[in-house]
């Protein structure tokens, strides 16, 4: 059974940085593309970061303005995301997701529909980060 879950969350400072991580199990990372996603209140989810299966490249979107950064470690079978400079606008739920063989372009959805978020293999319960003085 594939499972995600997601760590690191919680309160910082504007210009902070936090590590996000998704520890996977029931599958392995060489099989699946990993995404990271946020949703905020009132807000459709949508997509950060993706690195692929194949390869391990990554995909990045506009939203993460270069100031994030998504890795994988596959004997740890664990994907993070590094995120600097953090803004109050970025306070959101973060989640990861895992489709098998995806594209990270076709993955990183600027923003989901209900059929994108269906779609995806796997979700995790997801992360509370809150950017605030």
């Known amino acids: 059974q594939l499972q995600l879950v997601e760590s690191g969350g919680g309160l910082v400072q504007p210009g902070g940085s936090l590590r996000l991580s998704c520890t996977v199990s029931g599958f392995s990372l060489n099989y699946y593309t990993i995404g990271w996603f946020r949703q905020a209140p009132k807000k459709e989810r949508e997509g950060l970061a993706c690195i692929s299966s194949r390869d391990g490249s990554t995909y990045y979107s506009d939203a993460t303005k270069g100031r994030f950064t998504i890795t994988r470690d596959n004997e740890e079978n664990t994907v993070f995301l590094q995120m600097n400079s953090l803004e109050p606008e970025d306070t959101a739920v973060y989640y990861c997701?895992?489709?098998?063989?995806?594209?990270?372009?076709?993955?990183?959805?600027?923003?989901?529909?209900?059929?994108?978020?269906?779609?995806?293999?796997?979700w995790g319960k997801g992360t509370l980060v809150t950017v605030s003085a």
């Open positions: 997701a895992a489709e098998m063989l995806a594209t990270t372009q076709a993955m990183c959805i600027p923003a989901l529909s209900e059929d994108d978020i269906n779609g995806m293999d796997s």
